[in-house]
């Protein structure tokens, strides 16, 4: 429901700015919070809280997110076009893991019924990945895969799913180029996610340069018999004589991983055996106000309970660099933190280009006006614990807690690599909108804004927008995540799921392609 009363939040005192919170926005002429507007300012942009003169600073968040252009009267429309995006800070001289103490005391009790592993992580699916080490061999396992789950997969009720791990990469590059390593890294990872039981089953074409033996050179090892025997696919065996060999062997091989799988059951396992990655897309000004804060009070509570948390998308915290060495808990989590965002930096230059290409015309529609101001909003979901590590792209955690994964800010990107760093849940937030999900894993959707929740009622999974709309707490709402991502984990179906809407994984590739 819109709101009655006309309504602007303002995140900290010393903001020149607040955002309009009411449901289609305000008119001009509306009298709200000490002024009165100028023109009419759509929902969740902002506001001139005072007048703001030519050159002067504009605080949100209580930070500077740009300068005045032209002079802004109070009650005036606070965009893009009329401020500009401030310097980068720079990563020398950063305040270095010393954050005041928060309440991290433990957090006992709470569990989820998941699949353990031999390797000691917990799956929250029980799923059959199909890993494909080039591009040429995706329509064949498609067909393949579409077969399997009409005619294999409903003799196995417990396992939930077969899916491809399909990727554009595998020949056509520079294999032994030193970039090389991150998408070669992904898909090793993405094949040992928690959610596949270690059940790695593999489909080669053949000649292609990313061979079975380079991906995964365990089964290749000195004293492995028939090397990748009954785990390996090769289409370009003498053997297949014709595509529906081809098929016949997939199949053959995945019947075999399917009754490993049918066998597992779900057991009792403590909240520290989850990992949770934490990204938004579609972003929106109440993204920060509403479904981020609301997170972070969420994956503070997992972080409490044991579990490792994981945050990430460089462009999107690199504004907030300071902040993030301030909460490393060690001088070296400060230093890796600022590696990333050097390698980064480096990277976007090779292109031409800076952080600011990372905003969308969808998050200046919805009241973002540049990466500065997005940032604020992105890092709060990360809530205030201590951040024990530090991911690098394409690598598996290996530290528990509350972790940095170094990912592109691109919504496929990031989730592809979070998932080769062992996530066994996904948490999605959204302002604008977005029907991504992921097959490897759930993935729990919350809408920052109620009208959003209200028409895609059916793709969304939490309406976090009733902390504006209905006054519930950030402390309540991060509850309420906090339980929906064990019943998740423990297998209640997301809106996703239930849709069977997902995104084609995407490998973050910086290499050559020859």
Same mark, same amino acid.
């Given at each position: 429901m819109?709101?009655?009363?006309?309504?602007?939040?303002?995140i900290?005192?010393?903001?020149?700015?607040?955002?309009?919170?009411?449901?289609?926005?305000l008119?001009a002429?509306? %009298? *709200?919070?000490?002024?009165?507007?100028?023109?009419?300012?759509?929902?969740?942009h902002?506001?001139?809280?005072?007048?703001?003169?030519?050159?002067?600073?504009?605080?949100r968040?209580?930070?500077?997110?740009?300068?005045?252009?032209?002079?802004?009267?109070?009650g005036?429309w606070?965009?893009?076009?009329?401020?500009?995006m401030?310097?980068?800070? +720079?990563?020398?001289?950063?305040?270095? @893991?010393?954050?005041?103490p928060?309440?991290?005391?433990?957090?006992? &009790?709470?569990?989820?019924?998941?699949?353990r592993?031999?390797?000691?992580? *917990? +799956?929250?699916?029980?799923?059959l990945?199909?890993?494909?080490?080039?591009?040429?061999v995706?329509?064949?396992?498609?067909?393949?895969?579409?077969?399997?789950?009409?005619?294999?997969?409903?003799r196995?009720?417990?396992v939930?799913?077969?899916?491809a791990?399909?990727?554009?990469?595998?020949?056509?590059?520079?294999?032994d180029?030193? @970039? %090389?390593?991150?998408p070669?890294?992904t898909?090793?990872?993405i %094949?040992?996610n928690?959610?596949?039981?270690? =059940?790695?089953?593999?489909v080669?074409?053949?000649c292609?340069k990313m !061979?079975?033996?380079?991906?995964?050179?365990?089964?290749?090892?000195?004293?492995?018999t028939?090397?990748?025997?009954? $785990?390996?696919?090769?289409?370009?065996?003498?053997?297949? &004589?014709?595509f529906?060999?081809?098929?016949?062997?997939?199949?053959?091989?995945a019947? /075999?991983?399917?009754?490993?799988?049918? /066998?597992?059951?779900?057991?009792t396992c403590?909240?520290?055996d989850?990992?949770?990655?934490? !990204?938004?897309?579609?972003?929106?000004?109440l =993204?920060?106000?509403t479904?981020?804060?609301?997170l972070?009070y969420?994956?503070?509570?997992?972080?409490? %309970?044991g579990?490792?948390v994981?945050?990430?998308?460089?462009?999107?915290?690199? $504004?907030?660099?300071?902040?993030?060495?301030?909460?490393a808990a060690?001088?070296?989590?400060?230093a #890796?933190?600022?590696r990333e965002?050097a390698?980064?930096?480096d990277?976007?230059a090779?292109?031409?280009?800076?952080?600011?290409?990372?905003?969308?015309?969808?998050?200046?529609?919805?009241?973002?006006s540049?990466? *500065?101001?997005?940032?604020?909003?992105?890092?709060?979901?990360?809530?205030?614990?201590p951040?024990?590590?530090?991911?690098p792209?394409?690598?598996?955690?290996?530290e528990?807690?509350?972790?940095?994964?170094?990912?592109?800010? =691109?919504?496929?990107?990031?989730?592809?690599?979070?998932?080769?760093?062992?996530?066994?849940?996904?948490?999605?937030?959204?302002?604008?909108?977005?029907?991504?999900?992921l097959?490897?894993v759930?993935?729990?959707k919350?809408?920052? /804004?109620?009208d959003?929740?209200?028409r895609?009622h059916?793709?969304? #999974? *939490?309406?976090?927008?009733?902390?504006?709309?209905?006054?519930?707490?950030?402390?309540?709402m991060?509850?309420?995540?906090?339980?929906?991502?064990?019943?998740?984990?423990?297998? /209640?179906?997301? @809106?996703?799921?239930?849709?069977?809407?997902?995104?084609?994984? @995407?490998?973050?590739?910086p290499?050559?392609?020859?």
């Amino acid at each position: 429901m819109a709101h009655l009363e006309p309504r602007l939040i303002k995140i900290h005192p010393d903001d020149d700015v607040a955002v309009v919170a009411n449901d289609g926005g305000l008119k001009a002429g509306t %009298a *709200v919070g000490g002024v009165v507007l100028t023109g009419p300012v759509p929902q969740a942009h902002k506001v001139a809280l005072h007048a703001l003169a030519a050159g002067a600073p504009v605080r949100r968040y209580g930070v500077v997110i740009g300068h005045v252009r032209e002079v802004i009267a109070a009650g005036g429309w606070v965009n893009e076009d009329n401020l500009a995006m401030p310097e980068p800070p +720079g990563l020398e001289d950063l305040p270095i @893991a010393n954050a005041a103490p928060v309440d991290a005391s433990p957090l006992a &009790g709470h569990t989820f019924e998941g699949y353990r592993n031999a390797d000691g992580s *917990v +799956g929250t699916r029980n799923i059959l990945g199909i890993t494909t080490t080039v591009q040429c061999v995706a329509g064949v396992v498609d067909h393949a895969v579409a077969r399997i789950k009409a005619e294999l997969l409903p003799r196995y009720g417990n396992v939930d799913d077969v899916v491809a791990l399909e990727h554009t990469y595998g020949c056509g590059v520079a294999i032994d180029a030193p @970039a %090389a390593a991150i998408p070669i890294e992904t898909v090793r990872n993405i %094949a040992r996610n928690p959610n596949f039981a270690g =059940s790695t089953m593999v489909v080669s074409l053949g000649c292609e340069k990313m !061979q079975p033996s380079r991906l995964f050179p365990e089964m290749f090892a000195p004293g492995i018999t028939a090397a990748g025997e009954g $785990d390996i696919v090769t289409l370009q065996d003498e053997r297949h &004589g014709g595509f529906e060999a081809m098929i016949a062997s997939i199949m053959e091989t995945a019947e /075999r991983h399917l009754r490993d799988l049918d /066998r597992r059951r779900r057991v009792t396992c403590p909240a520290s055996d989850l990992m949770v990655g934490l !990204q938004c897309g579609g972003s929106d000004a109440l =993204s920060g106000i509403t479904a981020n804060p609301a997170l972070g009070y969420a994956a503070d509570l997992l972080v409490r %309970a044991g579990a490792t948390v994981l945050f990430s998308e460089v462009t999107e915290v690199r $504004d907030g660099i300071a902040q993030l060495t301030r909460r490393a808990a060690t001088p070296q989590v400060a230093a #890796d933190l600022v590696r990333e965002m050097a390698w980064y930096d480096d990277y976007l230059a090779q292109g031409m280009v800076d952080r600011s290409a990372n905003t969308t015309p969808g998050n200046k529609k919805g009241g973002l006006s540049n990466i *500065v101001e997005k940032a604020m909003g992105s890092i709060v979901k990360s809530g205030s614990m201590p951040i024990a590590g530090v991911v690098p792209p394409g690598q598996r955690a290996r530290e528990k807690g509350l972790l940095f994964a170094a990912t592109p800010a =691109s919504d496929f990107i990031c989730g592809t690599l979070q998932l080769a760093a062992g996530m066994n849940v996904h948490v999605f937030t959204t302002g604008r909108g977005t029907p991504y999900g992921l097959a490897e894993v759930p993935v729990i959707k919350v809408a920052t /804004r109620t009208d959003l929740a209200r028409r895609w009622h059916d793709l969304m #999974d *939490v309406d976090a927008g009733r902390i504006v709309s209905a006054g519930v707490g950030i402390e309540e709402m991060g509850w309420e995540m906090f339980r929906l991502i064990l019943a998740v984990a423990s297998g /209640r179906k997301t @809106a996703a799921e239930r849709l069977r809407l997902c995104n084609s994984l @995407a490998l973050f590739n910086p290499g050559p392609v020859t």
